[in-house]
């Protein structure tokens, strides 16, 4: 038998090898010089299976900068549990010291100040060196994509999807699983999943019209690796036609379906299965709850929520793997298959730092040839930030990329009020860095980017802003939709996040006069990414290029019309 | 390891069925009820209701549910105007005491099965199914 301690044989690539570099001490960090690549993917391999991880990349082939969220506030059993600590609390738990790498790649204090330091990260043609140094070692090690990977730039929705695709093949994926990709529409998703190289996974995806399970995804996929039997079982996002617009994709239905996932497992540890691997687009918190109720999983690599752990979670048997998002982090876990059974693993969590793993020169190839074709379009400058502006997105109640899409809603559309969505992807823009189309693209890029205006009562807005915080702080995860909350301009609100829906939000007030809303009174709101079909108006890209382009520099000041109380 | 997988299992299972949540029920549901268990106690266990956490579309959700051995079980969309979705009946050479079926929700809110078994007690399952504007996915 071995111990809970053996068993945790976790580390975090960069944290380990680099000592203090002193808090506040970032004039000049030089990544490039502390750090090796040596160091970032040094592993002394264990046991007889590898697995790799990626996900939620989000379409973003090349290096960016991604500023982790100041607020993830969790709610009933998650309260104060990961993935729901940040800043200092985060650094504190994993003994990351101030200043140094993992700080820049997990936490979002002074991320200004150390990306200058530490440069961006990510970049398939990255991730790349650090798949194939692993295969060095390990030959036959699965790699697994988690999903939201053909989504998110200028070029994956110019091409719908292809150029990702293109990418993606050369790193030869084992499995995949979905969320995003479904809004390139059924047709198109069918189009390129009948031509993959690899399985294409899923074990919640239902034919909506009989509610039976769809012929066009697998539930799982045996592999036999290290000579140990082993089985991946797909999880796609669970709320595909909440979440996303359902009319895109109405043939298929989707649900967490835990029954069905047991039923898997049973079905592929009586085939023999040594080994039951669940990838996973649940969203970590969901994750958790699937593990406590679902028995016979070893592994579950999560992803959706987009958080980025140094160590796995423990719950039961089962060990949750959660890899980041954009490219930024690479999870490797190797395992010690014996008699059937999972008896140990070691785990690390290797951030990309671009600067420093060196890019497969084959990959760069392919991802630059994708982008050829647009590369005026991709590089046009229409403007840059203030040098007191970062501009980010992920946070629970606001980032300051929404800020401005919400400033760029309402002088463009003529409104009172301004939503944005509350996603979790879109790269970060440093302050003093020029704005470029790409940059616009990577936190606007949908199939459904319609910036509608309408009319909306007071009690309709307020309906909608219990309605997603419901959907963000009910404490029961299985009604959790892992997005953050709608990102709100021109009108402030007080939430009191243990509530019950409908008692959460109050106060709310329009920015422009100061007064309370009116619940009867009507507003022009202007907002992007709604799920109904026929929305009308242009695509959030135009609007905000023609707000920046107009603005020139811009500036984003600290929101503060959002009160949070019970974090 | 020490802790075992059953174990696991069978508290999380313990815990989704003892939650009851109180309802605001409409007073047919009460009715409902009576009508169905003649006021008689009501257990739980022994039967499975199976529905999504969050409806895809309120208008037709799918609902599933299980009680072997029942001779009939009762399903009532608590919320709804008209709270009745149907009393399935089943006869003694019933292969398995199980339906399906889509019902429409007016909103959020519980979906509850009593089954009666041969025996005269009444067991009971529920589950809130939230009906949702969305639109926010990550």
């Not at chain 1, 101030?98 to 990510?122: E, I, R, V």
């Not at chain 1, 479904?182 to 294409?200: C, H, K, M, W």
């Not at chain 2, 009501?42 to 609902?63: D, W």
């Not at chain 2, 009745?84 to 399906?100: D, E, H, I, K, M």
């Amino acid at each position: 038998m071995i111990s809970r301690r053996d068993f945790l044989q976790a580390s975090v690539a960069a944290s380990a090898i680099v000592g203090a570099s002193g808090f506040g001490n970032w004039g000049k960090l030089a990544a490039q010089q502390s750090l090796t690549q040596d160091q970032l993917l040094d592993f002394e391999t264990f046991g007889n299976v590898s697995l790799i991880h990626v996900t939620d990349i989000h379409a973003q082939m090349k290096p960016i900068y991604f500023r982790e969220p100041e607020v993830n506030i969790g709610v009933g059993g998650n309260k104060g549990a990961v993935p729901h600590i940040t800043g200092a609390d985060f650094r504190k738990a994993y003994g990351i010291d101030d200043g140094s790498p993992s700080h820049y790649a997990l936490t979002y204090n002074d991320f200004s100040a150390l990306a200058q330091g530490y440069g961006k990260m990510g970049g398939m043609d990255r991730v790349a060196t650090v798949v194939n140094q692993i295969r060095a070692a390990r030959p036959d090690a699965l790699l697994l994509d988690g999903g939201d990977t053909w989504h998110g730039s200028y070029t994956c929705y110019q091409t719908e999807g292809q150029d990702v695709v293109n990418v993606m093949n050369m790193l030869k994926p084992d499995a995949m699983t979905f969320h995003w990709e479904f809004t390139l529409g059924s047709d198109r998703v069918r189009d390129i999943v009948s031509d993959l190289p690899f399985a294409a996974l899923g074990q919640n995806i239902f034919d909506a019209e009989w509610d039976e399970p769809s012929e066009d995804f697998k539930p799982y996929k045996f592999f036999e690796r290290g000579g140990v039997k082993i089985a991946v079982i797909g999880q796609a996002f669970p709320y595909m036609p909440i979440a996303n617009p359902g009319w895109m994709f109405p043939e298929y239905s989707f649900g967490i379906r835990d029954q069905r996932m047991q039923e898997m497992v049973d079905e592929v540890r009586g085939m023999g299965a040594e080994l039951v691997v669940c990838l996973s687009h649940n969203g970590f918190d969901v994750d958790k709850a699937m593990a406590g109720r679902v028995t016979g999983i070893d592994v579950i690599l999560a992803g959706h929520t987009h958080d980025a752990l140094p160590e796995p979670v423990l719950i039961g048997d089962t060990i949750i793997v959660a890899s980041g998002s954009n490219g930024k982090f690479v999870s490797r876990v190797d395992l010690d298959v014996r008699d059937g059974r999972m008896m140990g693993f070691r785990h690390k969590l290797i951030p990309i730092f671009s600067d420093v793993i060196a890019p497969d020169a084959e990959v760069t190839a392919v991802i630059d040839e994708q982008r050829a074709p647009f590369a005026a379009e991709l590089t046009e400058v229409i403007g840059k930030t203030a040098d007191d502006t970062l501009l980010y997105r992920r946070g629970n109640f606001n980032g300051s990329w929404d800020d401005l899409i919400c400033q760029a809603l309402i002088e463009e559309r003529d409104a009172d009020i301004a939503m944005s969505p509350g996603v979790r992807w879109g790269p970060s823009i440093l302050p003093g860095q020029d704005i470029t189309r790409e940059d616009l693209w990577n936190v606007t890029s949908m199939t459904y980017p319609n910036a509608y205006r309408s009319e909306m009562t007071g009690e309709f807005i307020h309906a909608i802003m219990e309605d997603v915080a419901d959907n963000l702080f009910n404490e029961d995860p299985y009604y959790q939709q892992g997005g953050d909350m709608v990102r709100v301009g021109g009108m402030g609100y007080r939430i009191d996040i243990n509530k019950p829906i409908g008692e959460r939000v109050s106060e709310l007030t329009l920015l422009k006069t100061g007064e309370a809303l009116d619940p009867a009174k009507t507003y022009f709101v202007a907002g992007w990414a709604s799920v109904n079909e026929g929305t009308e108006g242009p695509p959030i890209w135009d609007v905000v290029e023609n707000y920046i382009k107009r603005e020139g520099t811009v500036s984003v000041a600290p929101n503060t019309s959002v009160q949070v109380v019970g974090a | 390891m020490s802790f075992t997988r059953r174990e696991t299992l069978l508290m999380a299972m313990g815990t989704a069925f003892a939650a009851v949540v109180p309802f605001k029920a409409f007073a047919d549901v009460d009715g409902d009820i009576a009508a169905f268990t003649g006021g008689a106690e009501i257990g739980t266990g022994g039967i499975t209701l199976i529905a999504p956490e969050i409806a895809e579309n309120g208008n037709t959700v799918p609902i599933e549910v299980d009680a072997p051995g029942a001779v009939s079980i009762i399903v009532l969309a608590t919320g709804n105007p008209t709270p009745a979705v149907g009393t399935f009946n089943f006869g003694p050479l019933a292969g398995a005491q199980r339906a399906s079926t889509r019902i429409r929700l007016a909103g959020t809110q519980d979906v509850l099965a009593i089954a009666k078994m041969p025996d005269g007690s009444f067991v009971q399952a529920t589950q809130e199914v939230k009906v949702t504007i969305g639109g926010c996915g990550g």
